[in-house]
């Protein structure tokens, strides 16, 4: 058995600390709104232009005018503000960011991440992720351990055009905690029912297994 997406972002949620900003991108990042520890108190970014972001709401809540970079409906906390994107990004590329959380298709054990092209495929354009990577004081990828072919999406080098170079040192995935130590992946957290040998067999690029590795816990 590996994690759902809920899952990972459960996961992701125990790395946030009291007082961080923190971005979510699109995708699995979003769901992190719902699992915010109870203890912390967090102020959730999202680049379209909003400070305060709550958890999804409820049928009966949705606001069509409230949504995040992804154009999924969400709620607001109280003391939340709205601004436009040219102040968002002001806000991400002076640093202000304490941890952004991404999607990807592909990471490189030397940090190297792309997640906003594939060749051949129409896309709207690169968005904020270029911002992001480069600007960000920490920076968790959250992804599927492979795609849909069962092909591992953490390699020795990215093939698809990258979004930046570097700058990834945490991943979570259906199947493992990852750190990136050294120009290598080491595997530190494993996913309940998934064992060492499938999340080494899953991961084309150099995996290490760190000395105090441990089953992942997830509530």
């Not at 002001?90 to 991404?102: E, K, P």
Request: some cysteine; charged content about 20%; glycine content about 10%.
């Amino acid at each position: 058995m590996s994690l759902s997406k809920f899952q990972i972002a459960q996961r992701i949620a125990q790395e946030l600390k009291d007082g961080y900003y923190v971005n979510l991108g699109i995708g699995i990042p979003t769901l992190i709104a719902n699992y915010i520890p109870q203890n912390i108190s967090v102020v959730l970014q999202s680049e379209n232009g909003l400070l305060g972001m709550g958890p999804f709401p409820k049928k009966e809540d949705i606001d069509a005018d409230l949504i995040n970079a992804g154009k999924e409906t969400i709620t607001t906390l109280y003391g939340s503000a709205l601004f436009s994107s040219a102040e968002s990004f002001a806000m991400i590329r002076s640093g202000r960011i304490d941890l952004t959380v991404l999607g990807a298709m592909e990471v490189a054990q030397n940090g190297d991440i792309a997640n906003w092209k594939i060749p051949g495929k129409m896309v709207k354009g690169m968005g904020g992720a270029m911002d992001l990577v480069s600007s960000a004081k920490n920076i968790i990828v959250a992804m599927m351990h492979t795609n849909k072919k069962g092909e591992s999406k953490l390699l020795r080098k990215c093939t698809l055009p990258l979004t930046g170079k570097h700058c990834i040192k945490k991943i979570v995935t259906n199947m493992a905690v990852i750190e990136i130590i050294d120009s290598k992946f080491v595997l530190q957290e494993y996913a309940p029912g998934v064992s060492i040998g499938e999340i080494i067999k899953a991961t084309e690029g150099e995996i290490i297994v760190a000395d105090n590795v441990c089953e992942m816990q997830i509530d």
